[in-house]
């Protein structure tokens, strides 16, 4: 029904996450109808972000040089290390502004079923930073999901044996900002009860 | 917070419309994570439709060549014309096989508000579309809000005038297949009342 250029644009939009067939004929509609300009600027940008973003050699998040900005930022504290599944991840803990080490991206989390083993992951990498002895925390930030806390508890029992020294933190689970008790799932609000705080 | 090449990709997916800033940062780790091989079939098919597609010469809808494809089909009924907005009208009046004559695509709607004049659609050229003798059926498939229902309206005064002899319809109003009588709103189900046909 489309012609095949359209019909190609709305196939390759369509393999994107949440795009289904009619938000992806609503988009190519789109990019039919502005400029050129704006539409070799999209194609270009992702070209670009292909070709010229890596990941870091040291923490393992995207790069567009050997080094990330984090790890290349002298004034980023070099004792602390927060562990993450994806690059994705990073950016909503710099959000926070509370974390002023550096990070190292796993590139996912441990699932024997989808046959994800540590040999996948940059665990061996992460130890690796680990031996020169400058690091002396390690916040274990994976996802709140049964692969998450797998990863982060394989990681922790290592470093318990291996680096006693090292400090092992992960993130506190419990309410989110504004939540509704009335609302809370049984797990979280179980959560929130054990992780319960002095005032 | 992102390299440049990031930020720049995200900044143009957010350009999309129904795209904000959360859904571009994901879609940007998306084609970062996906093969090079993708990324570029996405690259380029979005500089391909900008690069090959352009409008019929006849009816103004999008086209890979001078005439589009339903234009450039023998078998088309050459005495129907269904008049639309925009060249995405097309598929969904193409997708219900009732609609065989060809199209005529105005490029948009009659709107003085936001300075849409008859000169900036393709209306005389709907009018010299017309002028051999050859079109019997117009049949104005405009949306039906308030500068669609304006845009037909401007056309069949036109029509009943020059061309008493060309028959001029437009899509019947009414209750939308499986809708909910409750539900309905009172304007649609006026015209399902006004439309009203003998069993």
Redesign the interface.
């Known amino acids: 029904?489309?012609?095949?250029?359209?019909q190609?644009?709305i196939?390759?939009?369509a393999?994107?996450?949440?795009v289904g067939g009619r938000?992806a004929?609503?988009?190519?509609?789109?990019?039919?109808r502005e400029t050129?300009e704006?539409?070799?600027?999209?194609?270009?940008?992702?070209?670009?972000?292909?070709e010229?973003?890596g990941l870091c050699e040291v923490c393992f998040n995207?790069?567009?040089g050997p080094r990330?900005?984090i790890c290349a930022d002298d004034r980023r504290d070099p004792a602390m290390v927060c562990v993450v599944e994806?690059?994705?991840d990073v950016?909503p803990i710099?959000?926070t502004h509370e974390f002023r080490g550096r990070y190292h991206v796993l590139g996912g989390a441990l699932s024997p079923i989808d046959g994800v083993d540590p040999d996948d992951l940059k665990i061996s990498e992460l130890y690796a930073r680990l031996g020169d002895g400058e690091i002396r925390e390690v916040v274990l930030a994976t996802n709140p999901t049964t692969t998450g806390e797998a990863t982060a508890l394989h990681i922790a029992d290592h470093l318990r044996t291996r680096h006693p020294d090292i400090a092992v933190t992960k993130l506190a689970s419990g309410l989110p900002v504004g939540a509704d008790l009335e609302y809370a799932d049984e797990l979280t609000l179980g959560k929130a009860l054990v992780g319960r705080r002095a005032l």
């Open positions: 029904m489309h012609a095949p250029p359209v190609r644009l196939t390759e939009l393999k994107l996450p949440g938000t004929q609503r988009l190519a509609f789109h990019i039919l050129d704006d539409a070799f600027a999209l194609a270009d940008a992702i070209r670009e972000v292909k010229r973003i995207l790069a567009d990330c900005r994806e690059p994705g950016i710099e959000r």
